[in-house]
């Protein structure tokens, strides 16, 4: 079954690039669209953004000049940037697979925890 | 971020139905039939138990359904079992083509 895993730096350093990038295996990254979410330690989660397998993507407005998604359908990979990082941005970073459509997410990845941290 | 409200914290005892709430505005909730609604366990990957509004995926329990009222939309359990607690997360659909989420819910099952 299509399975999502998230890989990445840990840590990064405040004022630096977040940068992340989730790889599809089991299927085809085609004909879907693809998104972040994150969630800060112990709080809730927060829409980071989302990207169509062609490249156009759409990002949450508070955060949308700071991000952004990328998709690489050789390799099977989307990517997040997010850059100028603060303590702020520390959380669990999930990527999902995203039905525009009827928005909602219906297979997520474990999550991997980035930390903003000198 | 979180633009929809829902209750910190509800409980139950096992056999009961509790049901938690998702209060948006006209702007999400109140005009689009658009929630999903997300159960997470501690470490867990979110789980996608209800999408539009009150539409089930595949493998769902029955237990679990999906409604709305105006700006706010509902998901009930019924027939709670141990494995139902876990924190619970509204979506919808919102104006411009984005997404809010609600800050979630911790159910307890007692």
């Known amino acids: 079954q299509v399975q999502l895993q998230e890989s990445g730096p840990g840590l990064v350093k405040p004022s630096e690039t977040l940068s992340l990038t989730c790889t599809v295996s089991g299927g085809s990254i085609s004909g879907y669209y693809w998104s972040w979410i994150r969630q800060p330690p112990g709080k809730g989660l927060e829409f980071i953004g989302y990207?169509?397998?062609?490249?156009?993507?759409n990002y949450y407005p508070s955060l949308k000049s700071r991000v952004t998604i990328s998709v690489d359908t050789s390799k099977n990979q989307f990517s997040l940037k997010l850059n100028s990082v603060t303590a702020a941005d520390t959380a669990v970073y999930h990527c999902?697979?995203?039905?525009?459509?009827?928005?909602?997410?219906?297979?997520w990845g474990q999550g991997t925890l980035v930390t903003v941290s000198s | 971020q979180s633009a929809l409200t829902q209750p910190a914290s509800v409980s139950g005892s096992p056999g009961q139905s509790i049901t938690i709430s998702c209060t948006g505005t006209?702007?999400?909730?109140?005009?689009?039939?658009?929630v999903s609604w997300y159960q997470q366990h501690p470490g867990k990957a979110p789980k996608l138990m209800i999408y539009?509004?009150?539409k089930r995926p595949s493998g769902v329990s029955d237990r679990f359904s999906g409604s709305k009222s105006g700006n706010t939309a509902s998901l009930t359990i019924s027939g709670l079992q141990a494995e139902d607690e876990a924190d619970y997360y509204c979506?919808?659909?919102?104006?411009?083509?984005?997404?809010?989420f609600g800050g979630g819910t911790r159910l307890t099952v007692l």
């Open positions: 539009e509004g009150s």
């Open positions: 979506c919808s659909y919102a104006v411009s083509s984005t997404l809010a």
């Open positions: 006209s702007s999400d909730v109140g005009s689009y039939n658009l």
């Open positions: 990207i169509y397998y062609s490249g156009s993507a």
């Open positions: 999902a697979r995203f039905h525009a459509d009827y928005t909602y997410f219906d297979l």
